[in-house]
C-alpha cells in the first residue's frame, strides 16, 4: 500500500488561498485588502514551513497500526494483565470507510473493540427523515459492548476509522469471569455519561452560536490540536460541518455564519474549511456563556490515543 503524504502540499494550498484573499476587489482597496491580510499570509507561510511539525500532515491512506496499539489506553490498561493479554491475542486491526454501518436499528452488535483512529457516529433518524447525533465514538473508546437492544438507532462511520476489533465470544466469556474488565467497562461508562450530560445542557441550555463555541473549545480534547509557539492553536475538523450541525442541533449555515462572527471579532481565524486557529480561548468561552474554569475540554479523548494520532507522521485525523 503506498502512502502519499500531502501535508506540504495542503499547507501550501492554505497559504495560496491566504494569498487569494489579500487580492482587491478594486484597485481603491488594494493597499487597505493586503494589510488586513498581511499577518494571515505570514502565518500561513510560517505554517507551511514548518508544516511537519506544526501540523499533522494528511495522508490518502491509514497506516496499519500494530495490534497492541491501545494496550496502554485507559480502559485497556485498567484490565488486569492477563484478561487483557486474553484480549489482545483475540484483537486484530481493521480499517473502514466514512459512512460505513456497522450496526443499526434492533439488529443484534456482533462487534465490540476500541476506536484507534478516526470518529463513529451514533445517530437516530426522525420519521421525517431528519438526523440527530446523538453521541460521538472518539479515539480510545469503546464501541458494540451495549448490551440492549436500540431500536430506530445505528452506528456509523464519521470518517475513515481504524478499529482494533475483540473477537466477540472472548470479550463475553471475559466480562462474566474478570471483575477488572467489569470495573473498566463501569468506568468507562460514567465518563460516557459525563460527555452526554455535557452534550443534554449544550443543546438544552444553549443559544446555537454558544453551543458552536462551546463545541470549537471542547473539541481541543478529541480533535486533532496543536498549540502553537507564538500562543495560539490549531485544530483540524476532521468531521463534517454536517455532522457538527446534527451533533448541535443547528446548521451548517448556523455554522458557517457563526465562524464569520467570531473571525470577525478575533475569536477565531478560519485558515481554510478544516483548519481553525484559536486566537482568544478565553473570549470564545465568554461567548459560549462558560466561565473562564469550564472552557476545559470535557468530551476529550483518551490522552494515550490523542498522543499516538498528533504524533504520528503523516497521518491527519
Not at 473502514?96 to 483512529?117: E, N, Q, Y
Request: charged fraction near 25%; proline fraction near 5%.
Amino acid at each position: 500500500m503506498t502512502t502519499v503524504n500531502v501535508a506540504d502540499a495542503t499547507l501550501g494550498h492554505t497559504a495560496r488561498a491566504a494569498r487569494q484573499l489579500s487580492a482587491p476587489r478594486s484597485r481603491k482597496r488594494e493597499g487597505d485588502a493586503k494589510t488586513r491580510n498581511s499577518a494571515l499570509i505570514d502565518k500561513c507561510e510560517r505554517l507551511a514551513e514548518r508544516g511537519k511539525t506544526m501540523l499533522h500532515g494528511q495522508s490518502t491512506t491509514v497506516a496499519k497500526p500494530p495490534a497492541c496499539a491501545l494496550e496502554q489506553s485507559r480502559f485497556c490498561i485498567q484490565v488486569d494483565p492477563a484478561p487483557r493479554a486474553r484480549l489482545i491475542r483475540a484483537a486484530h486491526i481493521e480499517t473502514i470507510p466514512a459512512d460505513k454501518v456497522l450496526w443499526h436499528d434492533d439488529a443484534p452488535c456482533r462487534t465490540v473493540g476500541l476506536l484507534v483512529s478516526g470518529y463513529l457516529r451514533f445517530q437516530r433518524h426522525n420519521r421525517d427523515g431528519r438526523r440527530q447525533i446523538l453521541n460521538l465514538t472518539v479515539p480510545g473508546d469503546l464501541f458494540g459492548h451495549e448490551d440492549e437492544r436500540n431500536e430506530g438507532f445505528s452506528l456509523e462511520s464519521a470518517t475513515e476509522a481504524v478499529l482494533c476489533r475483540f473477537d466477540r465470544r472472548v470479550f463475553d466469556e471475559l466480562l462474566i469471569e474478570d471483575g477488572s474488565l467489569r470495573r473498566a467497562l463501569y468506568r468507562y461508562g460514567s465518563r460516557n455519561l459525563d460527555r452526554l450530560h455535557w452534550l443534554t445542557w449544550t443543546i438544552g441550555a444553549l443559544r446555537p452560536e454558544e453551543r458552536i463555541a462551546a463545541f470549537l473549545l471542547n473539541a481541543r480534547g478529541f480533535l486533532p490540536y496543536r498549540d502553537l509557539p507564538d500562543g495560539t492553536g490549531l485544530i483540524s475538523l476532521a468531521i463534517s460541518r454536517r455532522d457538527i450541525a446534527d451533533l448541535l442541533a443547528t446548521s451548517v449555515e448556523t455554522i458557517c455564519r457563526t465562524f464569520k462572527s467570531l473571525g470577525k471579532d478575533g475569536l477565531i481565524r478560519l485558515l481554510d474549511p478544516a483548519h481553525v486557529l484559536f486566537l482568544d480561548p478565553a473570549g470564545l468561552a465568554a461567548r459560549a456563556g462558560l466561565p473562564d474554569r469550564e472552557h476545559a475540554p470535557v468530551m476529550a479523548s483518551d490522552p494515550a490515543v490523542m498522543t499516538f494520532i498528533n504524533d504520528r507522521p503523516g497521518v491527519h485525523r
